[in-house]
């Protein structure tokens, strides 16, 4: 007698066997692929505007809610991704010194000296109220502080240094509009931080909370 192969007939897997297949299908990749809302819209997208290849498919309605959904992407995708990048410089990138910037406030202003040498404006405004900064830190008119933003040293110091107090606030605000802004610096910005940097040193602490005028000496 010949055997004849049995179609169709049901399999009954004991339990074991029953709970490996089942994870062998799950562990299946296509199970686990999960496109992104940007994606799916993308995808839909590309659909829509298949089917408006010749002019006899263009409708002018699907036309106005394809661009209406492209319009929506573009918005959705700036506000979700441009903030996103703005508070991440905002928090973490706005420092007045480096965790890692050990140089003293002599040393700092001989690299704005030198950048203001090579016309460099930039870099020798931004140097120059970092040895403003650190000066403060050395004479312990300030204290030294991780992280600290120039319109935080600018305030903190306009306090200990009231009758320069706009001043300092000013330099900071030249400070992030230069660093952080895209503003370009000038020699005239060069100038005043430089004429201001020169005061700070020659200035005494205030001990009191008034504005009276502080007692200035000639820088060493």
Known sequence: MVARATVGVPVDPDAATGRR?????????????QRSLLRRLWDWLAEQLAGLRTPAAIDPVA????????????VVAFLVAGPVRVSRRGASDRRVLEHDDARTAEEIRAA???????????????????????????????????????????????????????????????????????????????????????????ARPSTGGDRADLAVTAPR
């Open 21 to 33: 297949w089942a994870t062998e299908e799950l562990l299946d990749p296509a199970y686990h692929e």
């Open 112 to 202: 704005a000296d030198a950048a203001a040498s090579r016309g460099d404006w930039a870099v020798a405004v931004l140097e120059r109220y970092r040895a403003i900064v650190r000066g403060l830190e050395e004479r312990t008119v300030l204290e030294e502080r991780v992280a600290r933003t120039a319109h935080e040293a600018a305030l903190a110091a306009a306090a200990r240094l009231p009758s320069l107090g706009d001043d300092l606030v000013a330099a900071g605000r030249t400070f992030d509009d230069v660093a952080y802004g895209d503003e370009p610096a000038t020699p005239d910005d060069e100038r005043r931080l430089r004429e201001l940097d020169a005061r700070v040193r020659g």
């Open 63 to 74: 036309v106005l809610v394809v661009v209406g959904v492209i319009v929506a992407v573009v």
